[in-house]
């Protein structure tokens, strides 16, 4: 399930291109639970694409669950409540998992 939520997510953003404009940034997913694993998402020149493994040196690392991934994909997730709740976790740059939850909320 959680290759075809990256699937989908990368089809939206590449669907809109303008989204992805001046992001160069590569964020690696760290889900622990039922569909535990690595996977990242990494945007340059205005296209988005997923790997199952670490493709390039993360800007930043979101460690959750994977039920709350699939919550976050969903729209159904506030990552900021869930960071301040200490159910997300962030290291790296900090601007970065911002411009992630804007752009999230853009393809929703």
């Known amino acids: 399930m959680i290759n075809e ?4 997510l990368t089809a939206k953003m590449n669907a809109e291109p303008a989204y992805l404009e ?7 997913f760290q889900l622990e639970g039922a569909e535990a694993g690595t996977y990242q998402l990494m ?3 205005n ?3 997923y790997s199952r493994e ?6 930043v690392m979101l460690k959750m669950n994977s039920d709350d991934f699939v919550k976050l994909a969903a729209g159904k997730w506030n990552p900021t ?3 301040m709740n200490g159910k997300l976790k962030i290291r790296g740059d900090l601007s970065q998992a911002l411009k992630l939850q ?4 853009k393809i929703q």
């Open 81 to 83: 409540v869930a960071y």
């Open 102 to 105: 804007t752009l999230l909320k």
């Open 5 to 8: 939520l990256f699937e989908q």
């Open 54 to 59: 670490t493709a390039q040196a993360p800007k």
């Open 22 to 28: 001046n992001l160069h940034v590569a964020y690696e």
């Open 43 to 45: 945007i340059s020149e």
């Open 47 to 49: 296209k988005a694409v």
